[in-house]
């Protein structure tokens, strides 16, 4: 199994980015897809995540602002991130969760991780 996560950079406050998580060694259609952070001396949080069937989840703090998409043609998930703040400052990682019963919103729900991308937001 792997979670290839891209896109990750430098970018000014208000700027945007978009990041991809390319994925492989899984049926990815059947899969929950989901993006966590961790900021510098903080826990890994929950980003957002998108079913297999196309129902999305937020954390309130980037709703509105960092829309979910997959493409199971593609086997990529991927996170379109607009009006970026600096307190957005975080490696971003994708996970991958096997369909089941119960809500993808912590750590502990994830089965396989990718490797991290670091996006850095300037004020």
């Known amino acids: 199994v792997q979670l290839q996560a891209s896109g990750g950079g430098l970018v000014q406050a208000g700027g945007s980015l978009r990041l991809s998580c390319a994925a492989s060694?899984?049926?990815?259609?059947?899969?929950?897809m989901g993006w966590f952070r961790q900021a510098p001396g903080k826990e890994r949080e929950f980003v957002a995540a998108?079913?297999?069937?196309?129902?999305?989840y937020y954390t309130d703090s980037v709703k509105g602002r960092f829309p979910i998409s997959r493409d199971n043609a593609k086997n990529t998930v991927y996170l379109q991130m607009s009006s970026l703040k600096p307190e957005d400052t975080a490696v971003y990682y994708c996970?991958?969760?096997?369909?089941?019963?119960?809500?993808?919103?912590?750590?502990?729900?994830?089965?396989?991780w990718g490797q991290g991308t670091l996006v850095t937001v300037s004020s």
């Open positions: 996970a991958a969760r096997r369909q089941r019963p119960g809500v993808p919103l912590t750590t502990y729900d994830y089965d396989y």
């Open positions: 998108i079913g297999w069937d196309s129902r999305t």
């Open positions: 060694g899984f049926t990815f259609s059947a899969y929950v």
